[in-house]
């Protein structure tokens, strides 16, 4: 056996145990952004980027009760779009990708959110993460891996990938998480990292993971993050 197939066997088995571990931390680890379809859902994912889910969830409240379909996201203003979901940030271009995706479904799809990696990623304003985020969490579909920002940060930490792009991690995650967990799995480290493994001062003394953590300041002595 090769080093690199020995290492992957290595990262496999401790990702499975740290899966376990964190499905005891957080048993209701599960898609924080509030839908009732697969279209809100694309919707809401549209609007997080660089917004919290808190944020999104308040604004969508009312924004799934004006625009139930794409065909309603059409017959307005973009001016009177980028009222309606100000409060996200970027509402100029979350405007621009709402109406060209809305466009395309109901041009295209006959307003149905097509269930396939390639349809997704043709439609505006959508890309690998979102994608993910719809066929996992609305269709059930595990096509890939969603990587953000917790995901990001506890997958270095946590030394399952060294890679810098968004793309590349899920790649490294797509070989050592088993496929029955994709989806589930970047709930646990969003969960995880919110309550637990911050940006800053993690609290590393209090983590259901330490024990598989080569980055746990109680094992370097130095804080992960600053
Ligand atoms: S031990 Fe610390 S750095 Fe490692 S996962 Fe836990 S909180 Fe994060």
Not at 40 to 48: C, D, F, P
Not at 57 to 78: A, C, G
Not at 140 to 151: E, F
């Amino acid at each position: 056996m090769k080093v690199t197939d020995k290492k992957i066997q290595e990262l496999k088995s401790r990702t499975r145990k740290i899966i376990r571990s964190l499905k005891r931390a957080y048993p209701d680890a599960r898609c924080s952004l509030n839908h009732s379809s697969a279209f809100e859902l694309l919707i809401a994912t549209i609007l997080s980027a660089q917004c919290t889910d808190a944020r999104v969830n308040i604004v969508t409240q009312d924004l799934f009760r004006k625009y139930r379909k794409p065909e309603d996201y059409l017959k307005v203003s973009p001016k009177e779009l980028q009222r309606d979901i100000r409060t996200t940030g970027f509402f100029r271009n979350k405007t621009t990708s709402i109406q060209g995706a809305a466009k395309v479904l109901h041009e295209q799809y006959g307003d149905e959110v097509p269930q396939t990696m390639d349809e997704l990623l043709e439609l505006p304003g959508v890309a690998r993460k979102t994608a993910n985020v719809v066929l996992g969490n609305a269709f059930g579909l595990s096509a890939g891996v969603v990587v953000d920002t917790h995901v990001t940060r506890l997958s270095h930490r946590l030394d399952l990938s060294r890679q810098k792009t968004a793309e590349k991690i899920e790649q490294d995650l797509i070989a050592i998480v088993p496929k029955k967990e994709w989806v589930m799995f970047p709930h646990l480290f969003i969960a995880h990292g919110r309550a637990t493994c911050k940006a800053r001062n993690p609290l590393c003394a209090e983590c259901a993971v330490e024990k598989l953590c080569p980055s746990s300041y109680l094992k370097t002595g130095v804080m992960p993050g600053s």
